[in-house]
């Protein structure tokens, strides 16, 4: 299965506070997860991605935490700030190969 | 660095013709480009791969002869939408693999087509 299941679709959060955002796959050959932040109007950033060698991974504000055994991996955006307000979508690949996408998230981090 | 531009950022055309969009990454060699299409507020849909010097890869449901992809250089793919319509509004994304990163893709900045 190709899939990559992403939620909640939406999430406020009030500043300070913490986001998390969760996906989950279904193909074991998956091994590079990343996630992307997009502002409307703007191509998707790449945020953070980790390979399923590692249960966690933290640059700054962000974690992915992934489990290998339950084939999920989530987002933690600690001290959310409005300036975090964006969609943020979760991705797989495996090897070289194309990115699957989840749906997407819409954050909104209010003052 | 892994910068991707993209030109035009919108462009309004004509239903009838055609529209070429241009993806360049700036700072480093792309062996495989991709370009996406997205719906507001929907995710990304993959529409073809690109390898520098062959032909491109379509996803299942997009046609090859409406949308045209030429990856020319490792530096340079461009999409064109020949015989637009109104229904081939909207926002087009490309994205670029580097040459000897085999995972991490970056994205240009979107193109808006707006057909009348």
């Known amino acids: 299965q190709q899939q990559v299941k992403q939620s909640p679709q939406s999430l406020i959060v009030q500043k300070g506070g913490i986001s998390i955002i969760n996906c989950a796959y279904e193909n074991t050959a998956f091994d590079y997860f990343p996630w992307y932040q997009q502002f409307p109007g703007k191509g998707p950033a790449l945020l953070i991605a980790i390979r399923p060698d590692v249960s966690e991974k933290k640059e700054g504000r962000f974690t992915i935490s992934f489990n290998k055994s339950a084939k999920q991996f989530s987002l933690h955006i600690m001290d959310s700030q409005p300036g975090d307000s964006a969609t943020y979508f979760c991705a797989a690949s495996s090897n070289t190969d194309k990115l699957i996408f989840g749906t997407g998230t819409r954050l909104q981090v209010f003052p | 660095g892994a910068v991707v531009s993209q030109h035009p950022s919108w462009v309004i055309c ?5 529209v070429k969009i241009e993806c360049r990454s700036l700072d480093f060699q792309a062996t495989t480009m991709f370009w996406y299409r997205q719906f507001p507020k929907q995710s990304l849909m993959l529409m073809a791969t690109s390898n520098e010097g062959s032909k491109a ?12 992809i ?3 250089s490792l ?16 926002f087009y994304i490309c994205s670029a693999r580097r040459q000897g990163f085999s995972y991490e893709q970056y994205f240009g900045p979107g193109t808006r087509l707006t057909v009348t």
Do not use: C, R
Not at chain 2, 75 to 90: F, I, K, R, Y
């Open chain 2, 14 to 18: 004509k239903s009838g013709t055609s």
């Open chain 2, 57 to 68: 890869t379509y996803e299942q449901g997009v046609e090859k002869d409406k949308f045209l």
């Open chain 2, 70 to 72: 030429n990856h020319a």
């Open chain 2, 75 to 90: 530096t340079l793919s461009t999409l064109t939408v020949t015989s637009a319509h109104p229904e081939d509004s909207s």
